[in-house]
């Protein structure tokens, strides 16, 4: 079955850096567009980042120029990293793909402040 398995979450001050990682399972990897997402408390999910399997990356306005989207097709990992994060940036990230159906990834916390 497939598996997205997300890590790297955390607390951190504001200004500071964070990378995510998924861990992909049960697809092949490198065939498929992978995702992040997030979710903040009150919040619609919205898409942070995309990577498709050409290496064609899309990003928020809000994060561009602070967060890499980056995969590993040799580990079946995506990566994002997130630089000079702010507290709007708290948020429950999730690893997401499409296949024949949506895959999501468990989430992971994000927690910017002082």
């Known amino acids: 079955q497939v598996q997205l398995v997300e890590s790297g979450g955390g607390l951190v001050q504001p200004g500071g850096s964070l990378r995510l990682s998924c861990a992909a399972s049960?697809?092949?990897?490198?065939?498929?567009?992978m995702d992040w997402y997030r979710q903040a408390p009150g919040k619609q999910r919205e898409l942070v980042a995309r990577?498709?399997?050409?290496?064609?990356?899309n990003y928020l306005d809000s994060v561009k120029g602070r967060f890499t989207i980056s995969r590993d097709n040799t580990k079946n990992t995506v990566y994002l990293q997130m630089n000079s994060l702010k507290p709007e940036d708290t948020a429950v990230y999730y690893c997401?793909?499409?296949?024949?159906?949506?895959?999501w990834g468990q989430g992971t916390q994000v927690t910017v402040s002082a």
């Open positions: 049960g697809i092949i990897f490198s065939a498929y567009a």
């Open positions: 990577i498709n399997n050409g290496g064609n990356i």
């Open positions: 997401h793909t499409l296949t024949w159906t949506h895959y």
